[in-house]
């Protein structure tokens, strides 16, 4: 069974920073991709950050030069440091990983940006 588990959302300031963590209950390279999603109120899931297998990364354009995908082979976890948070991130965070042909979805972390 394939798990993925977010920590790290919470409350922050506008100007803040928060870091995500998606740990996988598999080897991460087994993954083709991984990746983090959003959604706020009312709104569609959006593409925030993915990176594929041999490490090359791709952002949303409204995260550009703010958030920042990386990965730790050795803990098999995905992070996804947020720096410079406006209001507008505000929104539930999704680990995402796509292994063996299947979407597999965390359960979401809370971010609010918010003064």
């Known amino acids: 069974q394939v798990r993925l588990v977010e920590s790290g959302g919470g409350l922050v300031q506008p100007g803040g920073s928060l870091r995500l963590s998606c740990a996988g209950s598999?080897?991460?390279?087994?993954?083709?991709?991984m990746g983090w999603y959003r959604q706020a109120p009312e709104k569609k899931r959006e593409l925030v950050a993915t990176?594929?297998?041999?490490?090359?990364?791709n952002y949303a354009d409204s995260i550009k030069g703010r958030f920042t995908i990386s990965r730790d082979t050795a803990k098999d976890t995905v992070y996804l440091q947020m720096n410079s948070l406006k209001p507008e991130d505000t929104a539930v965070y999704y680990c995402n990983g796509f292994y063996s042909g299947t979407n597999y979805w965390g359960q979401g972390t809370q971010v609010t940006v918010s003064s």
């Open positions: 598999r080897n991460i390279f087994s993954f083709n991709y």
């Open positions: 990176i594929n297998v041999r490490g090359g990364t």
